[in-house]
């Protein structure tokens, strides 16, 4: 039996939980809280190679692709944006490249996030879902290369 949760069941799921928060505050809190959960990021992925660009706070993704899935580790040093990676990896992580790479991610406008955030953390936020899929991108080209060989 596939117990595959897909990037649209991951996706309700936090449309769910994020109408469950009836003001601003407590999504960010919800947000903030993601953050707190994230594993703790290498320090040898705190490099400028990992670093994401666009965005004003200091952010790191790191991916690798194990058994035809793409994994990402994240942080940042401002709390709402560290809650973004978290979000971001919550949607993506364990997922098929091919489905990352195609995924609109409109839960991010349904939430609201979109209109809720500043420019500069919007700017960050398709700065690093950019580099998310790019990442993805690289990951499937390389499985698809080993399968000619």
């Given at each position: 039996m596939n117990n595959h949760r897909t990037i649209k069941n991951i996706e309700q799921e936090l449309i769910d939980d994020f109408s469950l928060f009836e003001t601003w505050e407590e999504k960010y809190e919800y947000?903030?809280?993601?953050?707190k959960k994230l594993a703790p990021l290498d320090p040898a992925f705190k490099t400028e190679e990992y670093k994401i660009?666009?965005?004003q706070s200091s952010v790191w993704i790191h991916s690798f692709a194990k058994?035809?899935?793409?994994?990402?580790?994240?942080?940042?040093d401002a709390i709402i944006v560290r809650g973004l990676v978290g979000l971001m990896i919550t949607v993506m992580n364990g997922q098929p490249?091919?489905?990352?790479?195609?995924?609109?991610?409109?839960?991010?406008?349904?939430?609201?996030?979109?209109s809720h955030l500043a420019q500069t953390r919007s700017n960050g936020l398709r700065?690093?879902?950019?580099?998310?899929?790019?990442?993805a991108g690289a990951w499937q080209v390389n499985a698809e290369n080993k399968t000619v060989e």
């Open positions: 947000l903030i809280d993601l953050g660009k666009g965005c058994d035809g899935f793409v994994y990402f580790e994240g942080d940042s490249a091919k489905e990352i790479v195609e995924a609109p991610l409109e839960f991010i406008n349904t939430i609201g996030l979109s700065a690093m879902i950019k580099q998310m899929k790019m990442d």
